[in-house]
């Protein structure tokens, strides 16, 4: 996936890391890199930094020739050679080349000293004829992937914004299409913030002191205040777009930021409705199952729970969350859910929590109460437990590993209590200590008519450094095949890799699946994004960042996987002498989701991760008295593997921006229907929106074909909100 993403931002060329299993170790050399679409880039390898700084004429002459004699021994394969003249790591350009060049130049016919750009490189290289290999695979990360978790709580604070901000951004859209104000200049401040603080290390050479103080609290910065706007950005556009409908009495509108109907739990915070009353689903008169559930203790794994429970004894509207289902919920859209105050007969659930035991219609969930941990997780439907019953750990269990030792240790001193206990959410709490962690409070819930097991973790982290910490989840898949979510792309470990890459950890976006033709388990990781698979293998962050080295540090990468469906979620890590923070500490919260299903269609498993990192947007109104109906949907796709990435104001003003990913391999027709706006015209664009070619719209729809793993960007004109420039933020455009 990385190599579309690089093609497709206009870019043909990139400099990359590789293996000696690409060429031989020391020499220079070029591939093409083909990425799952079928397109390519060329990439050059010249290992290490490539750099070669010589201060003056006199030492180009001494060291050129012998370095030139060695390429040639080595069998280099084309007539030029690239260096980076910039001192080594983080040092700014210096002047000296171009002196030094031009006086080679003048005492010299042969070879070249050119003072010029990559671009330039790689066009020469290209026209070279050389045969070069073509490689394909994602290379997963040794270090900057690692080094994120040095900083676990912002980290999943911006990976959950990842999600935030792109729904944040469809109902601006949404929003600014029917006729409000498009929030330009907060977005353009949220995405400059969300990829500040994902920039690889922002971390001093000396990663201690007020000086680092300083440091991390610029680079913090910017993963709350992503945060925060697209909170901002999400709450206000919903709330303007609810206002738009016509509901008489007291509603909760339910917005869907997804590409696909789903029913799903909503989760209302500081509920403020007193009394009995019900909740109606408008389409069927039905009454809703509905909940409160409380914050009564500040050690509660949700977000700010701790917040919320304190400044609940003095707003106590601060400590009452409403849940409930909301069926059928319309794609892009929303669904307004009528409260009608009054005592009713809610019809009974499956919900039953007793002792070590939850379950609902699809699961059957036991914890140990000695470890805390999931011991079985038996699936009604499909008549399969999910647990692997030889493993060691189980499912949700704590790990944590000793860096110098490769010692582990778990929960002591463990309690298992009763949680929630209601029509909507039943739950166990598990509470325990570790080494590193004294309070951890553990809570597996299940929900009435929704297929998944969630669970939550709340650590309190101390600040011994060289602890690592990861959650097991042990499944008991026979002859599994992992599979998960990476940069637009679906990754099989091994297969799908450059070869002689890392095999250590992966970086998954929000999915993965372990599954074997038969029955399969999908995973959904809310703020970390890195997973061991198949085993708990030794940490492999070079020798630039780590501190201590690890136990059997160096080993060799699999050349396939172990054969057990086990993924150990590696949550937190503090081993660094550069660049990365050596300790962390304070509370974390890491949150999970499982479900399962028949066969190896990844389908659930990416429904899963879209879900469980976009959950529905509540809005409560009354009596409004707008034009849009009580229910409806403004964006509907065809078929249903192609995944909606972008929603979005165009930049020049000029309608709406999609960008559309097919995601099983295969071409596509894909035919796209805006409901509830006039579609006046489309074009297809590239990244930069800037007009391809036109697209029919007939009846109200787009269609156009889409190859495999392709992504493709619309232009939608919307009758009476296309400008012919763009505006400065805070624009109203008038339709």
Known sequence: GSEMCIRDRGYKVHNFWDEGAIFPRGRPGAFWWEGPDGSRILVYYQGGYGVWTPGSYEEVMEELPGMLEELEGRGYPFDAVRFAYNG???????????????????????????????????????????????????????????????SARETGINRITHSALPAAEALAAVGWALGDRYPEGELKRAWEDLILFDEHTWGMAWPAGRRQDWNWSDKSKHAYR??????????????????????????????????????DVVRLEGVGIEGPFRIVDPETGRTLPHQISHIDRPQLP????????????????????????????????????????????????????????????????????STGAVTSIFDKELGRELVDG???????????????????????????????????????????????????????????GIKRVELCNLILKDSTPFLE???????????????????????????????????????????????NGEIGVAFSPLEPHLVELGDLYPGYVSQAHHGVPWIDYGHEFLREMPGKAHIYSFALVSNFRTNFRPSQHGELLFRYSISSHEGGDLRRARELGQAFHSPP???????????????????????????????????????????????????VRAVVRMPLFEVSGAFKTNLAEEDLEPIPVRD????????????????????????SSPRRSGACPKG
């Open 88 to 150: 080594g790591d983080n040092h700014p350009p210096d002047g000296r080349c171009s002196i030094i060049a031009r006086e080679w130049n003048e005492r010299w016919a042969y070879p070249k000293l050119i003072v010029g750009t990559n671009s330039m490189f790689f066009r020469h290289i290209e026209g070279c004829g050389a045969e070069l290999p073509v490689v394909r695979g994602e290379l997963p990360d040794t270090d900057y992937v690692v080094g994120a978790i040095s």
């Open 617 to 667: 947007i509540p809005v409560p109104i009354e009596d409004a008295d707008g034009d849009l109906p009580p229910a409806g949907s403004f964006l509907e796709i065809e078929p249903p593997d192609l995944l909606l990435l972008t929603l979005k104001r165009a930049e020049d003003g000029r309608g709406l921006i999609l960008r559309l990913m097919e995601a099983e391999g295969r071409e």
């Open 469 to 515: 910490l990861f959650f097991a989840f042990q499944f008991g898949v026979e002859s599994p095949a992992f599979r998960f979510e990476g940069s637009c792309s679906v990754i099989e470990p091994i297969r799908d890799q450059l070869p002689g890459s890392n095999t250590d950890y992966y970086a998954v976006q929000r999915w993965a699946d372990v599954s």
């Open 226 to 263: 992503a945060a925060a706007l697209a909170e901002s950005i999400l709450i206000r556009s919903a709330e303007r777009i609810a206002r738009r409908i016509k509901a008489e009495g007291e509603h909760i509108v339910v917005f869907n930021p997804l590409s696909f109907r789903r029913t």
């Open 302 to 369: 949700r977000p700010y729970a701790a917040d919320r429970y304190a400044l609940g004894q003095v707003y106590r509207r601060g400590l009452r969350d409403l849940l409930f289902v909301a069926p059928d919920l319309p794609p892009m859209g929303y669904k307004a859910f009528r409260i009608v105050r009054g005592r009713s007969s809610e019809p009974e659930g499956s919900l039953r929590a007793e002792g070590n035991l939850i379950e609902n219609e699809f699961y059957r969930v036991e914890v140990d109460p």
């Open 700 to 723: 109200g729809e787009i269609a156009f074909e889409v190859g495999p793993f392709e992504i493709v960007t619309i232009r939608a004109l919307i009758a009476g909100r296309s400008l």
């Open 390 to 448: 030889e493993g060691r750990w189980g499912v949700n269990r704590l790990i944590v590993r000793e860096t110098r030792t490769g010692r582990i240790e778990t929960l002591e001193e463990v309690e298992l209590e009763e949680g929630e206990k209601g029509p909507v959410r039943a739950s166990l709490i598990v509470k325990g200590r570790c080494r590193g962690c004294p309070q951890v409070v553990q809570e597996i819930a299940l929900y009435e």
